[in-house]
């Protein structure tokens, strides 16, 4: 999770993730993102244990969050 605030464009202003063709909408792609670790981070800050399903479901969201963000030449 902390590799992927420090990679994910959360710095970039609006107007510079949605320059020249996109593949998928980043600004929504980074909404996604940024819901999915805010609720990570609470439910863990809560002493919450998740399955292994858990952890390996959202690893697989955010390996498919940063291809887009690849795909779109957003990643830092």
């Known amino acids: 999770m902390d590799e992927a605030r420090r990679r994910f464009p ?3 202003p609006t107007a ?3 320059t020249g063709p996109c593949t998928g ?3 929504k792609l980074l909404e996604l993102a940024e819901l999915l670790l805010t609720e990570w981070e609470q439910k863990l800050s809560a002493h919450y244990r998740p399955s292994l399903g858990e952890v390996q479901n959202l690893a697989r969201q ?3 969050l940063a291809r887009a963000f690849e795909r ?3 990643l830092a």
């Open 10 to 12: 959360f710095h970039r």
């Open 16 to 18: 510079d993730l949605c």
């Open 25 to 27: 909408c980043p600004k």
């Open 62 to 64: 955010l390996t498919k």
């Open 72 to 74: 779109n030449q957003l």
